[in-house]
């Protein structure tokens, strides 16, 4: 087995024996309970925005938006508006097009030789690559909105109108969350195109298969206490609102399978800003993507310049002329007899 998703199999693993051992054998609850998700959120918080600042502070001296279409220029060529805007209202467009659909990903194309056709290079659309990156984030997101009401009192009734619309699949008791099963399904099909993908792999790291890991192993747990283990929802929201307001308390009755998801998720949070997950932000902030392409009709001056002293020719010619000359050298003027 490939050790680039080996470790980081063996890592996650590990850290969710940590807990649950931690919790049933040591009686660590108030640690895994209280401590690291506190923790976990200064970290994500702290890391968070830290990333933003360092981005936003960043010199962008130049307009160098990524184009795939026709730039605008004179009046009988068709811009393409969309994939290179030269107004604020284009590039809007295209921020919201690319955050909401992935409208890159879904124009996204893959290479490979065709053996039947004397290994010529053909390209293909990677429609199923667009598709499972859709499901992974928006069944993401619902389950983080859906988690909501375990830190709400009152529930807000959009949460509870999101969980009647995910639980609408009544298929026996609790009834099926479709984001769950969906989230779950997506994590596996984007581990199996960069485990099974030979060039994929090729180019995926440790770092690009423990996030992975780490999804599957929070949507795993999840699932198993709502649909196999059952675990005390009321006191899991007492812990939860505890959290929230300050006041943590540790209830008796929950086992150390949901202290091992709790500390997973934790992980996840206090992971992220240091992984590739921060693009979740850097969207926002991204030069190639947020900028108009307007550079045939405004001049744009690097703001950052500062006067540099210059050497010209003649100044060179004045200090170096007359070992120009000795080594035969032309030079425009000739040595001065003085000199």
């Known amino acids: 087995m490939n050790q680039k998703y080996l470790i980081p199999l063996t890592a996650v693993f590990l850290l969710f024996l940590v807990a649950y051992t931690g919790v049933e054998g040591a009686g660590l609850q108030w640690f895994f309970g209280i401590v690291f998700p506190y923790v976990a959120m200064i970290a994500f918080l702290a890391g968070f925005v830290y990333k933003v600042l360092g981005w936003a502070s960043s010199a962008v001296p130049f307009r ?202 934790s992980i996840l949070f206090a992971y992220f800003p240091a992984s590739k997950l921060m693009h979740m932000g850097g969207i926002f902030l991204s030069p190639t993507r947020n900028m108009a392409n307007n550079t045939r009709a405004k001049r744009h001056i690097n703001p950052w310049n500062y006067d540099v002293e210059t050497h010209t020719y003649e100044q060179y010619e004045d200090h170096f002329r007359e070992k120009m000359i000795e080594a035969g050298l032309p030079v425009d003027k000739p040595l001065d007899k003085k000199e």
Not at 165 to 183: A, E, H, N, R
């Open 64 to 265: 160098i938006p990524t184009t795939c279409g026709q730039q605008k220029s004179l009046p009988w060529i068709k811009q393409n508006a969309i994939d290179n805007p030269d107004t604020s209202t284009g590039v809007f467009v295209r921020m919201v097009l690319e955050i909401f659909l992935f409208r890159s990903l879904f124009r996204n194309t893959k290479a490979a030789f065709n053996k039947n056709a004397s290994n010529r290079l053909s390209y293909s659309w990677e429609i199923f690559l667009w598709l499972g990156a859709l499901a992974f984030h928006y069944s993401f997101l619902v389950v983080i909105l859906r988690h909501f009401r375990f830190f709400t009192s009152p529930v807000p009734s959009c949460i509870d109108m999101l969980e009647y619309i995910d639980g609408i699949v009544q298929l026996g008791l609790p009834g099926i969350l479709l984001s769950g099963v969906v989230l779950l399904a997506a994590t596996l099909f984007l581990l199996a195109r960069r485990i099974f993908d030979a060039k994929v792999t090729y180019i995926s790291q440790a770092a690009d298969y423990f996030p992975l890991f780490l999804i599957i192993g929070i949507a795993a747990t999840g699932l198993s206490m709502r649909y196999f283990t059952k675990v005390d929802i009321i006191d899991i929201k007492t812990l939860t609102m505890g959290l929230v307001t300050f006041s943590p308390t540790i209830p008796e009755s929950v086992g150390g399978l949901f202290y091992g998801h709790l500390f997973l998720v």
